[in-house]
């Protein structure tokens, strides 16, 4: 969850950069609605966070993931410009999903994340 105190949260190992990825299970199916990332707490001249990412997502009847892309046609989306604020992008064309897959594209220092789905 993004909100837990402290300075941890997810970050790719070192060799994973390029092709590195996260994963929650919802446990059942789930129509999502939203997401909120915020970067690791850490000190300020190293501050650490995704600024770009793509998702894909899994229902439990799928055997494959599909790319989010919504109403306009994106499928990246802008995460976070500081470390230490939330963002929230919500999924104008909401998907049921009970795994869903964020994956990194751009990031300041290393990619790592806090990261929290919303259901609607």
Known sequence: RYNMPGYSG???TTSDFNTCWIQVDLKENKLIGGIVTLGR????????YVTKFRITYRSEE???FTEYVNTEGNETFIGNTINYEPIFNGFNAHFLARYVRLYPLAYRNMPTLRWELYAC
Request: charged residues 5%.
């Open 10 to 12: 997810w970050l790719a």
């Open 41 to 48: 707490t850490t000190n300020i001249t190293n501050p650490q």
């Open 62 to 64: 799928s055997d494959s």
